[in-house]
């Protein structure tokens, strides 16, 4: 089964910095792609950024030149470098991993707990 474990959110000031990460357990983090999105009070769940296994990043345009998403496949870990905070990207934000079952289009998807992010301005 697989889990996925966020840590590194916080209060931080506007035009600040954060690194979130996401341990995944299980065996399909490599084969997986991976993504991280955020939910605002009063808000739906938004995509911030995707990463396929083979390292093809995609962003949204709010966070396009300030966040970078990574992967360590070797650790089975997720990153997100968000720089230039705006007081807009508070938020809870959650790890997903999305699976394809080999020879279907059927995907699986999982979800951590999320981690808080404050920017005040």
């Known amino acids: 089964q697989v889990q996925l474990v966020e840590s590194g959110g916080g209060l931080v000031q506007a035009g600040g910095s954060l690194r979130l990460s996401c341990a995944a357990s299980?065996?399909?983090?490599?084969?997986?792609?991976m993504g991280w999105y955020r939910q605002a009070p009063g808000k739906q769940r938004e995509l911030v950024a995707t990463?396929?296994?083979?390292?093809?990043?995609n962003y949204a345009d709010s966070v396009k030149g300030r966040f970078t998403i990574s992967r360590d496949n070797a650790k089975n870990t997720l990153y997100l470098q968000m720089s230039s905070l705006k007081p807009e990207d508070t938020a809870v934000y959650y790890c997903?991993?999305?699976?394809?079952?080999?020879?279907?289009?059927?995907?699986?998807?999982?979800w951590g707990q999320g981690t808080q992010v404050t920017v005040s301005s």
């Open positions: 990463i396929t296994r083979g390292g093809t990043t």
């Open positions: 299980g065996n399909i983090f490599s084969i997986a792609v």
């Open positions: 997903n991993l999305e699976y394809t079952i080999p020879m279907t289009n059927y995907a699986k998807n999982y």
